[in-house]
């Protein structure tokens, strides 16, 4: 499906699906399909406000646990044929989530949410629904799908099948009428099989399925490679952004023997769930037409390809809610889940308890890596995708008090945050930086916290340049209402760089342009920074930011009696986003190894990829890379590769199951 056959339907649907196999330099052909940034409104404040929402009246949504199947419930059953590497990571749990259309409700007063008939009607959402969670007890459950959906509890060495049901309404029925019920949802940054990833290419619709065979292995078996806070999400060529701003997206938790969840071994942090929450911050804009439903329905701009930003920001798709929390030790996972705005945090502490009104995050990941050593940080500045655990400790605080999080970034548009004379930060008394607030309460019980903050985590994995095969440079610019790698838009069919199994490279990654902003991810491998703007990024160095450009601070390895401190907190060595600030260029170091098959690249501002800042690149065997790109049927049309490589899926498809679908949607909570 593409976007001009999508507006066939009457859907109020952006112009992007018609890229193909197309390049920016035919931009005659494209761009009457495209409406221009400077068509349309691009600023938040001329653009119409979404209805009003008191802040800290809505209470966190704590997703509830995935649960698992027995095998033989699986049924079908699942094929090891259709998976690289199945029977070496057998898998030890199975899963099934089923995607789904309901009605959430964003706020608890109206017009977010509208008592009719007994029920609480809310906003129209996808999200995910699965017949066997656990609640968290964190908060009031029903066992209803939800947004975002429930979250996977993984170990390394423990592999499994996730088998992901595409529910939703056929096309022309959704009432979320922005997405497309088209669906690849991607695990990020699983060190995943081609065919497990949710490449963009990979989509299944209603009333079928796809089995995720997840290995829970780190690359290379190195443990410094090890993981830990990963999300799920849709990935659909063309759709990504407007499937993920409905609600597609979740949370997938690896632990091992260190970072256990229990605060009573390994590393003690604190314990998941009740001490360990998963946060995702999405913006999110509404509309009320109450003539056309008596609830607020979330908007979608799907013609501005600067990007999408929300006037109302939520956190776990609440809007500005609060939390009760003990006075303990807490770990939270926060994730910038787009589609296009930047954030940097703070705290506010309005009662100065500890002496300073923005108390600091002790960060110990960026991107799901723990950093070799904790550090404090004042704000963190989080682009999209970027993830960040942090821990916070109330132990200082008292029933009654509150500690509020904000976010001071300025952004106005799609383009990335503010910059200029009037510089980048909001002010904490603008209503429109609250984003959440904590409530200290009584401890639920008389159990002691046994949680702690290591001094030291695992060492970062090394640079052998005697591995790099390659360097290559990608561009990332802007042509005539598309947005370019190289100059060229994604084309699914062509793969842009052949790596060599078991291989490293170097990349140069250079963002074009003066006025805008890019995330950049890559599939499949963290990388490690080399350079950023020329400069030597060593080990101990952590990316910060200061009036609105890239700097470096050196902080990890130099604690002696006190944890490093930095005033914000971008990113460390090691990562799966490389943030590129305008005029921004970083050198990075990438190995691959463990399965062959296709991957890509984008801009992670996913308005950014749909129009279509993304490219493929295929791990191939050993001694097969290239440099230029290559078309992806001649590559594979090759005398050395069997019929149907890399994909293992015979063509018949066994991962489809042709269902009866009903074209109804569940009430949400």
Not at 201 to 224: C, T
Request: charged share 25%.
């Amino acid at each position: 499906m593409k976007r001009r056959d999508f507006l066939k339907y009457g859907l109020a649907a952006g112009g992007t699906g018609l890229l193909g196999s197309k390049e920016a330099n035919a931009k005659e052909d494209l761009t009457k399909y495209l409406c221009s940034p400077d068509d349309q409104a691009r600023d938040l404040d001329e653009l119409p406000q979404s209805p009003p929402a008191e802040p800290y009246k809505a209470e966190l949504f704590v997703p509830p646990i995935m649960q698992p199947f027995d095998e033989s419930e699986m049924q079908p059953g699942p094929v090891p044929a259709a998976h690289q590497r199945y029977n070496d990571f057998k898998p030890q749990k199975f899963y099934q989530i089923f995607e789904q259309e309901f009605r959430w409700n964003y706020h608890p007063d109206p017009p977010y949410t509208v008592m009719k008939g007994g029920q609480a009607l809310g906003s129209y959402s996808w999200g995910f629904h699965s017949p066997r969670v656990k609640p968290t007890g964190l908060n009031s459950f029903e066992p209803h799908a939800s947004t975002p959906g429930p979250t996977y509890f993984a170990k390394y060495d423990e592999p499994v099948l996730a088998r992901i049901y595409n529910d939703l309404p056929t096309l022309g029925h959704a009432k979320a009428s922005f997405a497309l019920p088209s669906t690849s949802i991607h695990l990020h940054n699983g060190h995943t099989a081609s065919e497990s990833d949710g490449n963009p290419q990979d989509w299944i619709d209603p009333g079928e399925f796809w089995d995720h065979h997840y290995g829970n292995f780190p690359l290379g078996f190195d443990p410094r490679e090890k993981l830990t806070t990963l999300w799920y999400h849709d990935h659909r060529l063309d759709f990504t952004a407007s499937n993920v701003y409905a609600g597609l997206a979740g949370f997938y938790l690896l632990f091992d023997n260190e970072d256990t969840g229990d605060e009573n071994t390994g590393w003690q942090l604190p314990s998941f769930p009740h001490y360990d929450i998963p946060l995702i911050i999405q913006d999110v804009k509404f509309a009320h037409d109450p003539v056309a439903d008596p609830a607020a329905q979330v908007v979608f701009e799907n013609f501005n390809t600067d990007g999408m930003i929300g006037d109302r920001v939520t956190v776990n798709r609440r809007i500005t809610p609060h939390f009760k929390v003990e006075p303990r030790k807490y770990r939270f996972r926060i994730l910038n889940g787009g589609p296009s705005r930047f954030y940097q945090l703070f705290l506010r502490d309005p009662q100065k308890r500890r002496g300073t009104e923005h108390p600091r995050f002790v960060v110990i990941t960026g991107d799901g890596n723990f950093l070799p050593e904790p550090i404090e940080a004042e704000s963190l500045f989080l682009s999209v995708a970027q993830r960040v655990d942090v821990i916070m400790d109330f132990s200082g605080y008292k029933p009654g008090d509150h500690l509020y999080m904000h976010n001071l970034l300025k952004q106005i548009n799609g383009a990335g945050p503010s910059r200029g004379p009037s510089g980048p930060f909001l002010d904490f008394e603008d209503p429109a930086t609250h984003l959440m607030r904590f409530d200290v309460i009584a401890p639920r019980s008389s159990a002691k916290d046994n949680s702690k903050i290591p001094d030291y985590f695992r060492p970062l994995p090394t640079v052998n340049l005697n591995e790099v095969k390659r360097e290559r440079t990608w561009l990332f610019d802007y042509d005539g209402g598309l947005w370019t790698i190289n100059g060229k838009i994604m084309d699914p069919n062509r793969i842009d760089a052949g790596i060599d199994q078991g291989s490293a490279e170097i990349w140069n990654l250079v963002n074009g342009g003066n006025d805008w902003s890019h995330p950049i991810h890559s599939h499949f491998s963290e990388f490690l920074i080399l350079e950023i703007n020329g400069k030597p990024f060593r080990p101990s160095y952590i990316q910060t930011v200061a009036d609105g450009e890239t700097a470096l601070v050196e902080t990890l390895g130099t604690a002696d009696k006190e944890r490093p401190k930095v005033r914000a907190y971008l990113g460390g060595p090691r990562r799966d986003v490389a943030t590129l600030l305008p005029g921004d260029e970083m050198k990075v170091f990438m190995r691959w190894s463990g399965f062959l098959g296709k991957h890509v690249m984008h801009c992670h501002n996913v308005v950014h990829e749909d129009h279509a800042m993304m490219i493929r690149w295929d791990i191939m065997p050993p001694g097969r890379g290239f440099d230029e790109p290559r078309n992806a049927e001649e590559v594979y049309s090759e005398e050395h590769f069997q019929p149907g490589y890399p994909d293992p899926r015979p063509p018949s498809k066994p991962h489809l199951e042709e269902r009866p679908h009903a074209q109804t949607f569940q009430e949400g909570k």
